[in-house]
């Protein structure tokens, strides 16, 4: 059985909000009817006792002066001695003995019988020096049924209210939300090229419909980034299979061991080169796909040795140098970068190849420190980089149509993977002129 929460979120938007709107508009009606009728008997009481105390100031003034009180409809006013006996010659007010201390005190005080009685009270001086005790009362004929039903009324009036609420809210928020509802439609109708109208309104409508045409634009950016990737992998592929295959078919129809064998090389050489584009390509798409392994503290010093160990003992075809071209130079004897072994092994793999590819005599590899970033810079004594190419150097597949391009076996990706490597670890890759005349190649990890 779903439980509560999984039915709530599967409501709809409309239905969530005129929920919780009315059921906080209800609990705040019903909150202040509480209150209300809670304040109701008070305000009741102390109307009574507000004509009370002018009906009993005058007749204060009427004993003080000997002259016979006069009381209001509605209100009895009686004078009695100090011990709550009637002396203006009427009924006995039957006020019990706490009662009289009470009044004598100044103090309301309400007394029970049909009907309850309000009485207020305080004593006077006659012209004959005479203490008198003189009360103004009221009855409170059908007060409690006036708090009572006051309340239940305000309880009921609550209850229409947040009706009446939740109907507006939920007519208010259908109107809200029509416009998403519009945009929905018109996302479904788009085309490839096209993109979302923006509101008039400066709402938050008119920013999202922003931030979807900025999404529609990266998505158009990317499917066109991918059908460039797909048709450079494509023709990238078929040099080397056509290759091989062009010089199996020579070896079949020419069975001459000594150019079977020269034909045996040159495929060898065409698979680790189609060898290598394809781990090439398998290490972009798996960072497309966005695995990022656990980054861990790597030693630069001792990873950049290994990859000058793991340069091929002979020069091979295309490249001007080997392993003997390449020195190290740390200014530490540790350095440490944030990222994974393998990424590190690739990014200076990559380097050192290119390189070795172009430099005529000398290649330095100088490993540096910072304070939070970890330098590698490999300099070349070769031809270098044009500055109208450093921008797209890094681009997958490109090439410098120049001297650097000249027959390498390169298949255009070790840069872009060095670049996509560095990237997704915070890091940095720079092109620029070497001092040796070639080009320089600077790359910046965070430390751990």
């Keep these: 059985m779903a439980s509560l929460g999984a039915v709530w979120r599967r409501r709809s938007l409309t239905f969530r909000i005129t929920t919780l709107a009315s059921v906080v508009t209800l609990a705040c009606l019903l909150g202040l009817a509480l209150l209300a009728g809670r304040l109701l008997e008070p305000l009741l009481t102390e109307s009574v006792d507000a004509e009370l105390s002018e009906v009993l100031a005058d007749a204060v003034a009427d004993v003080r002066a000997g002259e016979p009180v006069d009381a209001p ?11 709550g006996a009637p002396v203006d010659g009427g009924a006995d007010p039957a006020l019990g003995r706490e009662t009289v ?12 019988g049909e009907p309850p009685m309000r009485w207020h009270g305080t004593v006077a001086t006659a012209p004959d020096g005479s203490q008198r005790l003189v009360v103004a009362g009221a009855g409170l004929v059908g007060f409690a ?20 609420a939740a109907i507006a809210i939920s007519f208010a928020v259908r109107s809200a939300l029509r416009p998403v509802s519009s945009m929905g439609r ?12 923006l509101p008039s309104a400066d709402d938050e409508l008119r920013a999202l419909a922003a931030e979807f045409n900025v ?18 992998a494509a023709h990238e592929l078929r040099s080397p299979v056509a290759s091989i295959r062009v010089q199996s ?3 079949v129809a020419n069975p001459d061991p000594g150019l079977s064998q020269e034909v045996l090389g040159d495929v060898l050489a065409e698979s680790e080169r189609l060898s290598a584009l394809l781990d090439g390509l398998l290490a972009l798409a798996r960072s497309d796909a966005g695995e990022l392994p656990q980054a861990t503290d790597v030693d630069l010093v001792s990873e950049a040795h290994a990859a000058v160990a793991r340069l091929p003992a002979e020069v091979p075809e295309g490249w001007r140098g080997g392993r003997e071209l390449v020195r190290v130079e740390a200014a530490a004897p540790e350095v440490w970068a944030s990222a994974a072994h393998a990424e ?3 990014v200076l793999d990559n380097l050192l190849r290119n390189a070795c590819r172009y430099a005529r005599a000398r290649v330095v590899m100088s490993v540096l420190a910072a304070r939070s970033v970890a330098r590698v810079v490999v300099d070349d004594d070769g031809p270098g980089i044009a500055p109208e190419h450093r921008r797209r150097v890094f681009d997958r597949f490109y090439r410098v149509a120049d001297d650097r391009a000249r027959d390498s076996g390169g298949s255009g990706l070790g840069l872009a993977l060095v670049a996509e490597l560095v990237r997704r670890r915070g890091g940095t890759v720079t092109v620029a002129d070497s001092p040796d005349g070639g080009a320089r ?8």
């Design 73 to 83: 409809a509605g209100v009895l006013v009686r004078v009695l001695d100090t011990a």
């Design 101 to 112: 201390r009470t009044l004598k005190a100044g103090l309301p005080v309400r007394a029970d």
């Design 145 to 164: 049924a006036a708090v009572h039903d006051g309340a239940r009324w305000l309880l009921v009036v609550a209850l229409v209210a947040a009706i009446v």
């Design 186 to 197: 018109q996302v479904r109708r788009l085309g490839d090229d096209e993109r979302l109208p």
């Design 215 to 232: 999404l529609l634009a990266r998505q158009r950016e990317a499917r066109e980034r991918l059908l460039r990737f797909t048709g450079d």
């Design 249 to 251: 078919e020579v070896a």
């Design 344 to 346: 590190v092994e690739l």
């Design 441 to 448: 190649f600077l790359v910046s990890w965070r430390t751990g």
